[in-house]
C-alpha cells in the first residue's frame, strides 16, 4: 500500500469519525428538543423588574420543557407560584440584589464551561476565570467577591480517574484575588502542607472573611479564612460546603458522619457555642444550602420519580431540626434567595 493511498484511508476515516460523532450529537440533542416540547410548560407571571424589586428567590429552572436550564425568578411571597424566566441559562447560579454569578456549560463534541457575572439584564456583563467542570457558586452579600469551584482533574496526587478541586475567589470587577488553595492551612495548631490539600464551598462572612470546606488525609474540615492575610484556619472537623447563616452565627452544611461514602446528613454549626444540630432531612443531601431565613435551610434533590429525566425540586426544611422536610419550589435546582 503506497503512502498515498495510506493517507487518503486516513483521511476518510476521520471524516466517518468526525461524521459519526457528529450524528450522534445531533441526535441527542433532537432527542432532547423533542422530550422536552413535549413537556408540560411550567406557569408564568409576574415580570423581573417587579419581582426583583421585592424579596425574591433565583434558581435554575429544571422543569423540562424549552426552558429547561434557564434562570427564573419568583417572589419569597409565592415560591411555587408562577415564575418570571431570564434569557441566562446555568447550570450553577448565585445572585444578590445588585449581582448574579452563572456557571454555564456549552455543550458540543467537546463541552466548554464559563463563569459570568450577569447584568441587571441578566446579560452576559463579565468573563471570570475558571478551569473545570462547575460545582459552586458564591457572591458576597455586597455583590465585591465572586468565589467559584470547580472539579479538575489531573493532580499529581490523584490516582487515575479521580478530581480535585479548584476555588478561586475575584473581585467583581475582574481582579483575581487568589486559588484558596494556595492560602495557608492551619489545623490544630499545626501548618497543613500536603500535596493532597483541597478547598472548596466558599460562604462569605464579608468583604475578607469567609468559611470554606478544606480536606487533605481524607478528613474534611470547617474552616475560616482571611483574604488578605491569605490564611485559613480549621474550627472543626467533617464539614463540607459550608453557608453561613444571614445572623452570621451560624454555619449550615453537609456531614458524613458514619454514611457510606457519596452520603451525607445535613447539620448546622453554632459559631458561638460549638453545637451542632442535625436537621431532619433523612435523604442525602450533596449541595451547598442556603437559608430562606434565619429559622430554614433550603437546598435542591434530584428527583427519582422522572424515569431517568434530569429533574429536581427545592426543599426546605427547619435549621433547628424540628419539622418535616417540605418542597419549596417544584422543578427547581440552584437557589439563591435575595432580599
Request: charged share 25%; net charge positive; proline share 6%.
Amino acid at each position: 500500500m503506497t503512502l498515498r493511498v495510506r493517507v487518503a484511508l486516513l483521511v476518510a476515516l476521520l471524516i466517518a469519525v468526525g461524521l459519526g460523532a457528529g450524528g450522534y450529537v445531533w441526535n441527542v440533542r433532537q432527542s432532547q428538543a423533542q422530550n422536552r416540547a413535549a413537556a408540560p410548560v411550567v406557569a408564568r407571571g409576574g415580570d423581573l423588574v417587579s419581582f426583583r424589586g421585592t424579596p425574591h428567590l433565583v434558581f435554575r429552572s429544571t422543569a423540562l420543557g424549552n426552558e429547561y436550564g434557564r434562570v427564573a425568578v419568583v417572589p419569597l411571597a409565592a415560591p411555587a407560584g408562577p415564575r418570571a424566566f431570564t434569557p441566562a441559562a446555568c447550570e450553577r447560579v448565585y445572585a444578590t440584589a445588585e449581582d448574579a454569578i452563572c456557571l454555564s456549560a456549552e455543550r458540543g463534541i467537546v463541552t466548554r464551561y464559563r463563569a459570568q457575572l450577569l447584568a441587571a439584564d441578566w446579560s452576559p456583563a463579565r468573563d471570570l476565570p475558571l478551569t473545570g467542570l462547575p460545582s459552586r457558586a458564591r457572591l458576597s452579600r455586597d455583590g465585591s467577591l465572586a468565589a467559584t469551584t470547580t472539579f479538575v482533574f489531573g493532580d499529581s496526587y490523584a490516582n487515575p480517574g479521580q478530581f480535585s478541586t479548584r476555588t478561586l475567589v475575584t473581585r467583581t470587577d475582574g481582579e483575581v484575588v487568589g486559588d484558596i488553595e494556595k492560602f495557608a492551612l492551619t489545623v490544630e495548631g499545626r501548618t497543613v502542607t500536603a500535596a493532597d490539600k483541597n478547598l472548596w464551598g466558599v460562604t462569605f462572612a464579608d468583604d475578607d472573611r469567609f468559611y470554606a470546606t478544606a480536606a487533605s488525609g481524607g478528613k474534611t474540615w470547617l474552616v475560616e479564612g482571611s483574604l488578605s492575610r491569605r490564611t485559613v484556619k480549621a474550627l472543626r472537623r467533617d464539614v463540607e460546603c459550608p453557608s453561613l447563616s444571614p445572623d452570621r452565627t451560624r454555619v449550615a452544611f453537609k456531614k458524613r458522619g458514619d454514611l457510606p461514602p457519596g452520603r451525607w446528613r445535613l447539620a448546622v454549626h453554632d459559631l458561638r457555642t460549638g453545637a451542632e444540630t442535625i436537621s431532619s432531612e433523612q435523604r442525602s443531601v450533596d449541595d451547598q444550602v442556603e437559608w430562606l431565613d434565619d429559622s430554614t435551610l433550603i437546598y435542591g434533590l434530584p428527583r427519582t420519580d422522572t424515569n431517568g429525566a434530569a429533574t429536581s425540586d427545592v426543599w426546605r426544611v427547619p435549621a433547628d431540626g424540628s419539622g418535616p422536610p417540605l418542597v419549596l419550589v417544584p422543578d427547581a435546582w440552584s437557589p439563591a434567595v435575595v432580599r
